[in-house]
């Protein structure tokens, strides 16, 4: 399916973003946050995407607690030194101190999910202080037994007590950047991304949409363009080396969606 003409509610260029899940130091991977599988070095698996055409990298500590935060910032003062394209992290962060260590350290942008819901003025102190462009807020997104959407915290382990639509409204009202959307319910399963969600969020929705959870090939990233996704962020099917970036790009040009090349 072609998307040239489609009216984009940014000037900006849809963006490919890996996403490394670390945990411990290692990049892992899993189904459905399940079932951990090693993949490798951070630092090195992010030099190898940005060499071959990432526009941004995430990274996100889903085992992330205070004891092991030392050791999240020598992770992204070593990916600063050897990285030129923008990276976010995610993963432990609580305070406003805690953004101050992980900008300190290189981060161009912190990505919050439990925190954000657990203190949402967070978000608002953050953006204060850096900006919008510099906060992207994740959201795990799961279908319940009713098919209705429920919010997931704590590496998606822990259903949270507020209400999708309102959350999502909070996060734009408070200054959040971006917003990292995460359907849960595809994660891992290469099924595609849930379009459907993504379509909900209209073309004059004020607030950049990373789309994440079921990438299986390159259809899979201009079908959730073509829903409504400004960046869309996979895992696994780079980790595994299934296709490159460059691949999904080039893909995506043929279909005749403008990329950075």
């Not at 892992?28 to 995407?49: I, Q, R, T």
């Not at 657990?118 to 959201?139: D, F, R, T």
């Not at 895992?235 to 403008?258: C, M, P, Q, S, W």
Request: net charge negative.
């Amino acid at each position: 399916m072609s998307v040239d003409n489609r009216v984009y509610a940014s000037d900006l260029i849809p963006r490919i973003i890996p996403c490394l899940d670390v945990a411990l130091g290692r990049v892992v991977k899993g189904v459905n946050f399940k079932g951990l599988v090693d993949m490798g070095d951070p630092v090195e698996l992010a030099k190898k995407y940005e060499e071959q055409g990432a526009d941004e990298i995430v990274f996100l500590d889903i085992k992330a607690s205070v004891d092991n935060q030392q050791s999240a910032l020598d992770m992204v003062y070593q990916v600063a030194t050897h990285l030129s394209i923008p990276f976010a992290v995610g993963g432990g962060i609580k305070t406003i101190d805690d953004v101050d260590k992980f900008f300190n350290a290189g981060a161009d942008k912190v990505t919050l999910n439990t925190a954000a819901v657990q203190n949402p003025e967070l978000i608002s102190q953050i953006s204060s202080k850096y900006g919008s462009q510099s906060i992207v807020v994740a959201i795990d997104v799961n279908k319940n037994e009713n098919n209705d959407l429920a919010i997931y915290t704590h590496g998606g382990s822990q259903l949270a007590d507020v209400n999708y639509q309102d959350w999502i409204q909070e996060v734009v009202d408070r200054g959040a950047g971006e917003i990292l959307l995460t359907a849960m319910h595809k994660d891992g399963t290469g099924s595609g991304f849930d379009c459907d969600l993504l379509q909900s969020f209209g073309p004059n929705f004020p607030v950049q949409v990373i789309a994440s959870g079921g990438a299986k090939g390159p259809q899979d990233f201009v079908d959730a363009i073509a829903a409504g996704a400004d960046a869309v962020l996979a895992a696994g099917l780079f980790h595994r080396g299934e296709y490159t970036v460059g691949d999904i790009k080039d893909y995506l040009i043929n279909n005749k969606i403008k990329v950075r090349k």
